[in-house]
Each structure stands twice: as C-alpha cells, then as structure tokens.
C-alpha cells in the first residue's frame, strides 16, 4: 500500500464524514443565523429523517425517492412546529424558552419515531449502483462515501448560491441582519422564518438519510451527531454558513486523522480544537462577536 | 351453692364464630399468598442508545409471565414484572432501582442492559436488600474483582465469549489477528481475554483497537485493518456500534479480505445487514439451533407469541435467567433474597442453552461455549448462526473470581 494513496484515502474518508456533518450543521447555523434558536431538536429531526427516508426507500424501492421524500416530509414537519410553537416565543428575549421548547420537541420526536417504527434498528441499504468499491492508489474506498462527497459539495454550492443570488436568499440575508427593517419594508419575516427553519430540517433529514446506509437508522442517532454539529457551528462561527462548511471539513478530518493516529484522544481533539478556536476568534472563525 | 357454668345461645355462637375463623385462617391466608404476586424489577433501557435491548428483555419477560402464569406460577404465586427505565446512566440505574425496592417492593432485580449500569448497583444491593441476577451483563469484573454475595450472572460473560472464540481460532487457518472493541469495560474486558487467549494457542495479535463508545465513522479503523496484514479481525462491538462496523467495513469490502470473528452475533445485527452478515462468524450468547427439547420449546413459543419473530441472544438469555431464577425462588421455597441466594449456589439446571452450574465460589453460571458461522437457512426468514463448534462449560468459564483461564 502506498502513502500516497494511504494519504488520499483518510483524506476522502474525512471529506466523506465532513459532508455528513455539513448537512446537519448547515441547518443549524441557518435557524440560528436568521432566528436566534439553537434547536436542540436537531440531532432527533436527523434520525427523523432516516427513518422517513427508509420508509420512502422500502414504498417505492428507490433510494432516490428517499433523497426526496425524507426532506420534503421532515422540513413540512419542521415548518409546522415552527409554525404551532415557536412563533408564540419570538418576543421573549429569554433564549431559556426556545431550549425548553426544542427539548421537549426532540423528547417528543424520540418517543413517536419510537412508537411508529419501534426500537429495532433499520436499513434500506444502498442501491447497487453506489455498492461496490473503487481503487484509489491500490487502497480501496467504497463509492458510496465518493456519492457523499459529492452530494456534499453539490448541496453547499446550491444553498450558497440561493442565499447569494436568489430573492428569497437575499431576504433571508436581510432578515438575519436587520429583521424589524425588513419587516417595515413590507416583507412577510414570519413567513421567512418558517421558511428558514423549515430549509434547516430538511438538511438534517437528507442528512439523515444519507447516513443511515453507514450506521443503520436507529433510536439516538442523533444524540452524538448533534454534538458535532454543535461543535462545527461553534468553530465556523454561529449563522455563518461558510463557516459551517469550513468547520464541517476540520472537523471531519479531526476526527478521521485523530481516531487513527491518536486512538485514545480521538474524542478531545474536536475539543481541543473548538477551544483553540474560541481562544484565537471568540465568535468563531466566520463569526461575529456579540 | 355452686352455680353450673351455663352455655347460652350467644356464647355458643362467640366460640363458633371463633373456631370456624381459627379453622378458616390458614386456607385464607394461603388465598392471600398465592393472590401476592412475587415482584421482580427489571431496571432496563426502554428509552436511548439500547432501547432494542430493552426492548428484547421486556418481550421475553411478558412471554415468561404468560408461560410460568399458565402452568401456575412459581410457588403457586403469580409472577409480576415491574419496568423501569435506566437510560443506560449507571446514575438513573441505580436511582430506578432504588425506586423498584423502596415504592414497587422488589427485591429482585434483573433485565439491566449496561455492564457500566450494573457495576454501579453491586455496592447498594445489601442496603435494599436486593438480590440482582445478571441475563447480559458481561464484564468479567463483576463476578470477579467487583464480586459481592448478592450478584449471580446466569448468562455468558465477555471473557467466556472470547474464550470460546480462541478455543476455535486454535486450529483455524488465520495465524494473524487484529482486534477491535468497544472502549468500554464489556469492550476492553473481552479483548483482554482474547488476547491472552490468542497468544496462549500461538497466534499472533498485530494490534488492537479500542473505538470510542457510540463512534460512528469506522473508515480510519477499517484503513488500519487493511493496512495491517491480519487474516482474521476480533470485533467486540455490540449494537449500534457493530451494525455501523460492518455496514462500513462491508462497503470498503473488507469482508473479502479479512474474515470477522465476532464477540456476539445478534440476530439485530444479522437482520439488519441481510446478504452481508453471510460468513460472519462469531461467538454466540444464545444458539438458536441448539437442538435440546428445552430450547425448541422456547424457539417454538417465542415464535408463535411474536409472530416469527426470531428470538435474539437476550431474549435467550432473559429466558435462561428467569428460569434460573424460578428454580432457585422453588428449591427455596420463598422469594426471599437471602433464601433464594442459598438456592441458587451451586444450582444445577438444564436451561435452554444446556447444562448450567451457578457456581457457589463467584456466581459465574458455567455455561457452554458456542462459535457459530451466518448462514442462510430453509427454516427461518432470515440468516441465521449456525452452530459450528460447542465447547463443554468447565473449559469455558474463567477460574473461580477471575477472568483469566489457567485450564
């Protein structure tokens, strides 16, 4: 086995878990940016969308429909709760309700995909046409983690180019900057926002989605992935989404290149990473701080 | 003038009354105590990472009450099964527990997923007044280091896995291993002992890998499997950190070039990864196929109340535990912890996975040693471990308070 092509696998296997992490990060750093909610609910709105997307994958035998359906249903279900609750909460200043009530969401959510799917475990699995594997520099390296990869930076370029070259984009950027200007100016910022929180889900459920094939859609596997998401928010910056993708990637490779070289530390690099983070730039590395 | 104690109509009636209620007692008060079921807690994981477990567990506790209920209880009482929800936190264990004594009145405790979970309950038993019999628990501390008179482990422990997993390796054809385990005391307890006993037959071990607890990306272990020349890789993964291994390492196609020996083949895991757990060999808790009457008639009851469901390896050890534990509760005759501690040292049963010692020294239940290998099969919907090698309980249970073998 060469290094070179050593090298270049741990380097896709990390950009492979980065992209898993961008969709669930993304999201979050969008309600937080345009809302000011960290949503605890997001991790359980993932593993909502694994679930969804391998019912979809079983009704229509397509791994495709699921990469459509699970969003769709997921950030419906996003842009109603956002729609039923959290809207009564926008005058409070206390960012104390906007935990509680994401809590009891992800409480709630854990508890019906408990009750409607049950506790085993499932898997679709992947289509035959991302099984398989390819050789990079004699190393192999499943096609499935290069669809990832690729989906990844797809989607990055999508909604970075619908934030800076689309209207409504454009009225996200301004909701976030100055929202009572831009409602003065006659623009519906409710329905931004429902919009907003509504786009965020629907990134974590096609994230979701995307990795049940690697770990199998089961009950809590949301809990760890959020804290990584968490963490990402905090090293780009909170609301930045450039900062969201660039954290995504460091930390993919933090967690790659720390499990293999330094086992033991695998967990406390992200740490320590975030940490060396908020001591050089408080707000994040794209971040403002408040 | 004497007077004859005279016997009116009233007194008469007083004795009457009197004597036909001294009679009356004994039948009534034994009505009461066959009415009084005996409780038993199950502090188990219905919520979080392990809720599939605690889910087995309760499954198997409502066919067991269904089942020993119908042939008329134990002692002619009722069985009843209180749940209570751990999370898996050692902390929220121990605070159920304290709950199932204290407020529901059992001093029985079973059905506790995490070894974590259980070695925080071992110091609190004699303070409830609680008996605790282990259906999955497999940190060999607990019957070793950790060991406290209250605490019996019907089922396999992670040493005795490995040990029936190295006992086979012996004449198998990989000379070269690599290990990977779950950073947890279940994890680390089990490749300690298959690295002893890996070594102890003259194979070689080139490394080990400890995954932190609830990893979920395997790509960097799976490239160091790969890179180190091993022809066999140990796994002492269990649940969701196994079916995300094998999802993985079967997409890198690892399977092709590395065979997997597995600490615990779950019927979950096998359902789950389909066509791709074919090969997949491993040491098994519960053998599904182990052809004794015992076992049929649990397969066959299982199936029918589940509707085909295939029983797991915790619903199979569940099973074993209780009926361990109803043999002890009848040889006693009473549920009474300290009575029921007596009986079950050095109980000899036939469960369904065989022949079972709870040895008086450690309360380690001998149990035999299955390897298995994934296979399809005509009579079940799913792939299932064939039983491939079955070792007798004496060579497969650790020496007295250890987790080593000196045999």
């Given amino acids: ?290 | 003038m004497l007077t004859r104690p005279t016997a009116t109509r009233r007194t008469i009636l007083k004795g009457a009354s009197a004597a036909s209620a001294l009679l009356a007692a004994p039948a009534y008060l034994r009505q009461a105590t066959a009415a009084t079921p005996i409780k038993i807690g199950i502090p188990t994981v219905i919520t979080g990472g392990y809720a599939l477990l605690g889910s087995q567990v309760m499954r198997t506790c409502k066919l067991v009450k269904k089942m020993t209920d119908a042939k008329g209880g134990v002692l002619g009482q009722p069985v009843e099964f209180v749940y209570q929800d751990t999370t898996g936190d050692p902390a929220t264990c121990v605070r159920k527990c304290q709950e199932l004594v204290e407020r529901d009145n059992c001093h029985i405790l079973t059905g506790v997923i995490v070894s974590s979970e259980a070695a925080a309950m071992l110091p609190k038993l004699e303070e409830w007044n609680a008996i605790f019999i282990s259906h999955g628990n497999g940190d060999g501390r607990l019957t070793a280091e950790l060991f406290v008179p209250r605490f019996f482990r019907a089922n396999t422990s992670a040493p005795m896995g490995a040990r029936a997993l190295a006992l086979y390796l012996k004449d198998a054809p990989e000379k070269k291993f690599i290990a990977v385990a779950s950073d947890a005391a279940w994890g680390r307890s089990s490749n300690a002992v298959f690295e002893e006993q890996i070594k102890k037959v003259g194979k070689d071990l080139v490394d080990k890998i400890y995954a932190p607890v609830a990893n979920k990306d395997y790509s960097p272990y799976i490239t160091k499997i790969l890179q180190s020349g091993a022809q066999g890789c140990y796994v002492a993964l269990q649940g969701d950190e196994a079916r995300a291994f094998y999802s993985q390492a079967t997409q890198y196609g690892l399977a092709q070039r590395v065979q997997f020996f597995t600490e615990i083949v779950a019927q979950a895991d096998i359902k789950v990864l389909g066509k791709d757990a074919i090969g997949l060999m491993g040491s098994s808790r519960y053998p599904l196929t182990y052809d004794i009457p015992q076992n049929k008639a649990f397969r066959e009851a299982f199936m029918s109340e589940y509707k085909n469901e295939i029983p797991d390896w915790t619903d199979g050890e569940m099973f074993q535990a209780l009926m361990i534990l109803f043999a002890a509760i009848e040889k006693a005759g009473s549920p009474e912890p300290m009575k029921v501690v007596a009986a079950m040292e050095d109980l000899d049963v036939t469960s369904v996975k065989g022949p079972i010692l709870m040895r008086k020294c450690d309360h380690q239940g001998e149990n035999q040693g299955f390897v298995v290998k994934v296979a399809k099969s005509d009579k079940f919907a799913e792939p299932i471990g064939e039983i491939v090698k079955v070792y007798p309980r004496e060579l497969n249970t650790p020496d007295c308070r250890s987790s080593s073998f000196s045999k």
């Fill in chain 1, 1 to 290: 086995m060469s290094v070179l092509g050593f090298i270049l696998a741990q380097c896709l296997s990390a950009l492979s878990q980065a992209a898993i992490l961008f969709f669930i990060a993304c999201g979050l750093t969008l309600i937080f940016g345009i809302m000011r909610i960290v949503n605890f609910a997001h991790g359980v709105i993932f593993m909502l969308g694994a679930y969804v997307g391998y019912t979809a994958a079983v009704w229509s035998g397509s791994f495709l429909v699921s990469l459509i359906v699970a969003p769709i249903v997921v950030g419906a279900v996003g842009m109603a709760f956002e729609r039923i609750f959290l809207r009564h909460l926008y005058g409070r200043r206390d960012g104390g309700a906007y935990l509680m009530l994401t809590f009891g969401l992800a409480v709630v959510l854990s508890e019906l995909i408990r009750l409607i799917w049950g506790a085993q475990p499932l898997s679709s699995g992947i289509p035959d046409a991302l099984r398989g594997i390819v050789i990079v520099l004699d190393q192999p390296f499943p096609l499935y983690r290069l669809f990832l990869i690729a989906l990844g930076i797809a989607a990055a370029i999508a909604v970075w180019q619908f934030l800076e070259r689309t209207r409504a984009g454009l009225l996200i950027r301004a909701v976030s900057q100055n929202s009572e200007m831009v409602h003065a100016l006659g623009t519906d910022v409710d329905l931004v926002r429902t919009g907003v929180f509504g786009l965020g889900c629907a990134m974590a459920a096609l994230g979701g989605v995307l990795a049940a094939p690697l770990v199998t859609a089961f009950l809590g596997m949301g809990t760890t992935v959020v804290i990584d998401a968490f963490v990402i928010v905090i090293i780009g910056g909170m609301g930045s989404f450039l900062g969201s993708i660039i954290g995504s990637v460091l930390v993919g490779f933090v967690q790659v290149l720390g499990a293999y070289y330094f086992q033991d530390l695998a967990l406390a690099f992200m740490y320590f990473l975030m940490l060396i983070v908020l001591v050089i730039r408080p707000g994040g590395l794209l971040g403002k701080e408040e």
